[in-house]
């Protein structure tokens, strides 16, 4: 196995940006230029903790085994192609997303990539379902907990409950909007688990642990957690391990755009893992929330097209956008402080110059 020192698709300016403390493996979509329902893979974020590693599809295997396993069982690729094949679209958005909110707000940079809105995307993952997978070598009733690993160099994973695993848009992916999976995105399979927040999604998937009791990760008790002086530990975590992505959303402009005066229509995308989203409220400056037209796509997982016509005169002015979901949870004026900066979801800023 030969290791690339950081990303493997181009990643040139006015597709993405890469996030103040992100390293070399981290880069976001800029808000601009989105165009269909999807994002392509020429714009989708890619967050990967260690370098991507090259793996072989002759040689790859994904192995499973665990003390709620009737068996233990190696499968290749072939195997994998086998199992019934699903395609679904659904929304990975890292936990970290928008965590630049949290330096704006409290004066102080929370820990990790300093992601502005962009550390979220829409793709076609095509594959096989994980319960499909699972059974191939029997579950015990006792099943409780699964671990899937990665190929990476510091092997990362994420436990998730086997209830999440079962549901039958948690995939093992082999293709992402009918490309194969690009290398970046985890070839050749991850898992897509929708609604939960990113890292839940393992990528260069290669190993399964099935097992009646916990099984906890770095990345679920050191990292990925609400952790701070308003989170209790809990357990062996530092706080509490994040699951669901709350509601929120994306404006489609730059920081600091400039407009001409005038009527104009802004466009937008919003998300929860909760539910599908409801309703957008955006307001300029202090003025009164107005409503959004919403497009909705009927895709479950998946973020709702917004836009609505405003009237801008000339000066600076700040857009605020509020998101709704199903479940009734809208995006807070203020969101808590947390140690490790994730889950910032606060009304949606962006400045603007209208000229
Ligand atoms: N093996 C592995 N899987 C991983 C990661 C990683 O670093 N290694 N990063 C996770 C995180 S934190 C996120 S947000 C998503 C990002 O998926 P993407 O790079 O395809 O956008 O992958 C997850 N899966
Ligand atoms: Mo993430």
Known sequence: MTHHPRLCKPTPGERFVYPAEGGATNVEMRPTGLTGFLTPIDRFYVRSHFDVPE?????????????????????????????????????????????????????????????HTGAIGVAEWTGVRLRDVLELAGIAAEAAWVLPEGLDGG????????????????????????????????????????????????????????????????????????????????????????????????????????????????????????GPITAVACRLDDGPWQPAALEDPGVEGAWALWSIALDLAPGEHVIHVRAVDATGAEQPDQVVWNDHGCLYNAVTRCAIDVI
């Open 155 to 274: 092997r990362f994973a994420r436990p998730l409950p086997i209830d999440k695993a079962l549901t039958g848009d948690t995939i093992i992916a082999l293709a992402m909007n009918g490309e194969p999976l690009p290398v970046d995105h985890g070839f050749p399979a991850r898992l897509v688990v929708p609604g939960w927040l990113g890292a839940a999604s393992v990528k260069w998937l290669g190993h399964i642990t099935v097992s009646r009791g916990r099984l906890d990760t770095y990345w679920n008790t050191r990292d990925y957690t609400l952790a701070g002086p308003d989170y209790p530990a809990v357990g062996d975590a530092d706080g509490i391990p994040i699951t669901t992505m709350p509601v929120m959303s994306l404006i489609e402009c730059e920081e600091n755009a400039t407009f001409d005066a005038g009527r104009r229509r802004l466009f937008g995308r919003a998300f929860s893992g909760e």
């Open 55 to 115: 793996l072989d599809t002759d040689t790859w295997r994904l192995t499973l085994e665990g003390d709620a396993l009737v068996r233990s069982l190696e499968l290749d690729l072939a195997a994998l192609t086998q199992l019934p094949r699903v395609s679904v679209v659904r929304a990975i958005e890292c936990a970290g997303n928008a965590r630049a909110g949290f330096a704006r707000d409290f004066g102080r940079a929370a820990e990790g990539a300093q992601w």
